[in-house]
């Protein structure tokens, strides 16, 4: 467990154990009452978290993303879909999460978000996209990924059936020319505009309802989660220049 993960956990489980202990011993309180009482506790200190992560998540779109390192609204984000989700996903104990992050140079950036804009979108649709890209206006992207209408059929393939975890996507990709390191654009997590492993970008994204492209090869190879249940795409090309 990585020491981010291990503070947010003390942080959420901490307060309430220690009630549950004063309730008690000291104040000579029912089982089932000091119980109740340390259930409050342990919602306070959810909330205080999630607001914690939601101004995380807030300040960072503010921030320029070559000066943006890896966000405590990560780590936050990832404690609390681990606790109202699945109480133990296995990606927080892993340090590649928090280790492997980096910000792409601007220029390498942009080249994957414009190649995958132009190569994978409506005709129709990605003037508007490439215009979104900028910094000031990713808010507009983003509110766009969670019901992406805008995907060219030609090039989004469905997940074969039996394919359903990272490993398993991860795998798909490498299978089609997937480099180890892929580009994120999501508002989830703190995520948006940064390089990180594959397996890793997978294991954060897939299964948390949230809108997000993978750039794999620029312009060639991409994955696409949405929120809504079975959105989730390969989006391939062949090597031929995209259309614009």
């Not at 607001?51 to 609390?80: E, N, Q, W």
């Not at 090869?217 to 989660?225: Q, T």
């Not at 929120?227 to 614009?244: C, N, W």
Request: proline share 7%; aromatic share 8%.
């Amino acid at each position: 467990m990585t020491l981010q993960a291990a503070v947010t956990f003390a942080s959420l489980f901490g307060p309430p154990v220690f009630g549950f202990h004063v309730f008690r011993r000291h104040m000579r309180r029912s089982f089932i009452r000091a119980f109740i009482d340390s259930l409050y506790i342990f919602a306070v200190c959810m909330f205080v978290l999630m607001g914690v992560a939601l101004l995380d998540g807030g300040s960072a779109h503010g921030r320029s993303p070559t000066k943006r390192g890896p966000s405590v609204g990560l780590v936050l984000d990832s404690a609390m879909a681990a606790t109202t989700c699945s109480w133990c996903r296995p990606w927080m104990n892993d340090t590649r999460v928090t280790r492997a992050m980096k910000n792409l140079p601007p220029t390498d950036a942009s080249v994957h978000e414009s190649a995958l804009i132009n190569a994978f979108t409506l005709k129709e649709r990605k003037a508007r996209l490439l215009e979104f890209l900028e910094i000031s206006k990713r808010q507009k992207l983003h509110a766009l990924l969670h019901h992406f209408k805008c995907l060219d059929d030609r090039f989004a393939r469905p997940l074969p059936p039996g394919i359903h975890t990272p490993a398993q996507i991860a795998a798909l990709l490498a299978q089609r020319g997937a480099p180890p390191t892929c580009l994120i654009i999501t508002s989830f997590g703190g995520l948006d505009r940064l390089s990180m492993p594959l397996l890793d970008a997978l294991t954060a994204i897939v299964g948390q309802q949230c809108g997000a492209l993978i750039s794999c090869i620029p312009g060639r190879l991409a994955y696409f989660e949405g929120e809504e249940p079975g959105m989730r795409y390969v989006l391939e090309r062949s090597q031929e220049a995209p259309r614009k």
